[in-house]
């Protein structure tokens, strides 16, 4: 089991940015599939962006080109761009460690778009 915690959200206007990170306390940080996800209230909990160990990414459609993922091996950590934030955008949003069938996930951090 992976530790992970998120820091960087809050309240941000339409159209703006935020930068999400996440901080893994594993010796094999390099080795795990790390994504992030988002939970609005009322709905199901989705995928927003994954990053392989070697850098391979994927998004969902609606945050293609507005949001980025990265990671840090050298520094456990892996982040969350976000640019031309939407309404829609509002979640509490979750890392997420991957390795085989195991996942772990972090406490999340509440990202809120409006005006």
């Known amino acids: 089991q992976v530790q992970l915690v998120e820091s960087g959200g809050g309240l941000v206007q339409p159209g703006g940015s935020l930068r999400l990170s996440c901080s893994a306390s594993t010796s094999i940080f390099s080795f795990y599939i790390m994504g992030w996800y988002r939970q609005a209230p009322g709905k199901q909990r989705e995928l927003v962006a994954t990053?392989?160990?070697?850098?391979?990414?994927n998004y969902a459609g609606s945050v293609k080109d507005r949001f980025t993922i990265s990671r840090d091996n050298a520094k456990n950590t892996v982040s969350l761009q976000m640019n031309s934030l939407k309404p829609e955008d509002t979640a509490v949003y979750y890392c997420?460690?991957?390795?085989?069938?195991?996942?772990?996930w972090g406490q999340g951090t509440q990202v809120t778009v409006s005006s």
């Open positions: 997420n460690a991957q390795r085989f069938a195991l996942d772990s």
């Open positions: 990053i392989t160990s070697g850098g391979s990414t």
